[in-house]
């Protein structure tokens, strides 16, 4: 562990309460923590930077986490049962931008989805297969993606033939064209990583999916009324400009919500939740992120109503 992260973690094990970095290293220098070699003016924006990058690379198994924004506490203290249980709800908020890759991300060879006929793009286990036979697949960080299409998921919650619809919050990506507009997709960049033995040839499609749901709309992986959590299923893949001279392949995914779910506005990525029927054309189309309006007109054109 680096020396910020020690320092965070001995302050945090002492305070046995969350604190944001600024208040984890007034803590520190008084009790006389902070090594010389660390004396600067940037110090909190640095201990706030490692202790987010650790957490964003180690996800659940780094030794801290949030309570809130910017407000950190260590996972080893969750077991501890005079923590007050407030101290031990995680807070996940989502990455600014999901192609801030600690890991790398899987790319098709844009030459091969040009040439594919139409009919592949519905089914993508079958898409995925004929990209192995083409050598078309790989795993390449940012710097390497010259030429490739980075894969998206792009995952829809539905409750029969109503879908979710959000408008994007401060917390969902890079995109300042984007803010405030209508969505009905949640994100996330299939890496390396998502790729488990419970993929079923999907590439970790399925995997990538449910992670960016759960995440962005603060749904425990078992639901509290004990009923597993179902996993996106693939409906249709998609070409998709992603700003000037960035296209992507959108993967979009299915997911039929339990009947118990509603969503909340917990998340900061989450504003003006409500439900819109997939069957009726929306009168203000305009309000709407370009994502969703390719996704909307290809479920339209294709058929693949789900």
Known sequence: MDS???????????SRRPMTAKGILEAAYKARLVPKHLYGKTQEKTLQARLSTDILIHRSTSAFFRTEP????????????DIPDKYKERFAARRRTRDLQPEPALVVDENFVEACEPRLFADWKHFL??????????????????????????????????????????????????????????PGVVSFFDYTLFSDGDYGASEN??????????????????????????????????????????????????????????????????????????????????????????????????
């Not at 950190?72 to 049962?81: K, M, S």
């Not at 960080?141 to 299409?149: H, N, S, T, V």
């Not at 894969?151 to 919650?157: E, G, L, N, Y």
């Not at 879908?163 to 917390?171: A, D, E, F, I, M």
């Open 129 to 186: 297969r004929k990209a192995e036979a083409a050598k078309a697949l790989h795993y390449a960080y940012p710097e390497d993606q010259r030429g490739k299409l980075l894969v998206w998921t792009f995952s829809i919650v539905r409750r029969g033939r109503d879908v979710l619809s959000y408008r994007l919050g401060r917390y969902r990506d890079d995109h300042n064209t984007f803010a405030n507009k209508r969505t009905i997709g949640f």
């Open 4 to 14: 910020y992260l020690e320092i965070a973690h001995r302050v945090l094990n002492v």
């Open 209 to 306: 999916a449910l992670e960016a749901i759960l995440t962005d709309l603060d749904i425990s992986a078992v639901a509290v009324h004990g009923e597993g959590i179902a996993r996106p299923e693939p409906l249709l893949a998609m070409k998709a400009e992603r700003g000037a001279d960035n296209s992507v392949l959108i993967l979009v995914m299915d997911w039929n919500c339990p009947d118990w779910f509603e969503p909340t506005t917990r998340r900061l990525s989450i504003n003006d939740p409500c439900w819109m029927n997939l069957g009726a054309k929306p009168n203000n189309m305009d309000d709407f992120e370009p994502w969703t309006l390719a996704v909307l007109d290809a479920i339209k054109e294709v058929g693949a109503h789900p």
């Open 70 to 81: 910017g407000v950190f506490f260590l996972t080893e203290l969750i077991a501890d049962p």
